[in-house]
C-alpha cells in the first residue's frame, strides 16, 4: 500500500492499513533512517512491513530502520507465507515492541541468501536477486567467508517483540525465523506464545541453513507445538526460557547441525 524507495528521514506513524491484496509497507532498495511506528495493519495479502535491500553485491543502503510499536495481525491472508514483518538484505535496524499475531506462516523472518546459491548454475529461488556483476570475486564453490561481504541483512536488533498465533494455516514455521545472514543480529527479551495451530511444527524461534553468529538472548517461549528453539551452526543462546511446550512431538530445544565452533546454549 506504501512504498519507501531511495527514500531517508521518512516518517509512517499512526495509520491504519487494512483490507489490501498485498503487502502495507516496504522500504525498497534504498531505504536508510525511516521509522515506520504506531500503525495499525490488518487482514492483507501479502506481509504486514517489509525491508528489502539490494540482492546480494556492494550496495549496502537499506538499513538503520526503526520498526516499532506496530500492531500486525490477519497478514498473508492471500500470499500464505507471507510474514508480520520480514527483512533481507536489510541491517542496522531495530525492530522493537511490535505486536503481530495471527500469520498463516512465521510472524517474523530475518534472512539473506545461503551459501550455495552463489553458483551461477543454481537456478534456486534467490539467484536471480544476486548481482553477479558485483560478486566476481566468489569463487566457484564458496565459503561463507567468501561471500559475508555482501550478506547485509547484519547488526539487526529485534527486541521486546510479542508473537503469537502465527503460523494459522502452513506448517515447518516459527514465531521469528532467521537464515542466511550477516553477522551481529541480536534477537532478545521477545515474548512468543501459543503457537498451537492443527498444522503442527511450529516452533518459537529458529535460525536456519548458513546461519552464523547471531545472539538469541533472554527471550520467552510458551506453548509452541514443535520446537521452543532449534540450534543451527555457532549462533548463541543464552538466557531464554522455554515453557510448556506440546509433547509428545515437541522439544525444547533442538540442536541439528555442526560446525558449532564459539556456539553456546545457557
Given amino acids: 500500500m506504501v512504498r519507501l524507495r531511495g527514500a531517508e528521514h521518512c516518517v509512517i506513524e499512526q ?40 540482492g546480494p553485491g556492494t550496495k549496502d543502503v537499506n538499513k538503520k530502520n526503526l520498526v516499532y510499536n506496530n500492531h500486525i495481525h490477519h497478514v498473508g491472508e492471500i500470499y500464505w507465507q507471507s510474514p508480520g514483518i520480514f527483512l533481507c538484505q536489510s541491517g542496522e535496524n531495530r525492530v522493537a515492541n511490535n505486536l503481530i499475531h495471527h500469520t498463516n506462516y512465521s510472524g517474523m523472518i530475518v534472512s ?39 550478506l547485509h541483512t547484519r547488526n539487526n536488533l529485534i527486541e521486546y517483540n510479542e508473537i ?52 538469541i538472548a533472554e527471550n520467552l517461549i510458551y506453548k509452541c507445538k514443535s520446537q521452543g528453539m532449534t540450534l543451527k551452526l555457532n549462533n548463541r543462546f543464552e538466557n531464554n526460557i522455554i515453557a510448556d511446550v506440546i509433547v509428545p512431538r515437541g522439544t525444547y530445544l533442538k540442536i541439528v547441525e555442526g560446525p558449532s565452533s564459539g556456539a553456546s546454549n545457557l
Avoid at 533512517?33 to 539490494?54: T, V, W
Avoid at 548454475?121 to 553477479?132: D, H, T
Avoid at 494455516?169 to 543480529?185: A, H, K, Q, S, V
Wanted: proline letters at 3%; glycine letters at 14%.
Fill in 15 to 54: 495509520c491504519h492499513f487494512q483490507h489490501s491484496g498485498s503487502s502495507a509497507i516496504r522500504v525498497d532498495l534504498h531505504g536508510m533512517n525511516n521509522e515506520i511506528s504506531g500503525n495499525h495493519i490488518e487482514y492483507m495479502g501479502g506481509a504486514g512491513i517489509f525491508l528489502c535491500g539490494y
Fill in 112 to 150: 539473506g541468501i545461503v551459501t550455495r546459491f552463489f553458483v551461477k548454475q543454481n537456478k534456486r529461488e534467490s539467484s536471480s536477486s544476486i548481482r553477479w556483476h558485483e560478486v566476481e570475486n566468489v569463487p566457484q564453490n564458496p565459503e561463507l567467508d567468501d561471500i559475508r561481504p555482501y
Fill in 164 to 215: 503469537h498465533n502465527a503460523i494459522q494455516i502452513l506448517g515447518d514455521g516459527n514465531g521469528i525465523y532467521i537464515r542466511g545472514t550477516g553477522p551481529g543480529n541480536v534477537i532478545r527479551r521477545n515474548y512468543v506464545h501459543h503457537l498451537v495451530a492443527k498444522t503442527g511444527k511450529q516452533g518459537g524461534m529458529r535460525t536456519d541453513g548458513g546461519q552464523m553468529d547471531a545472539l
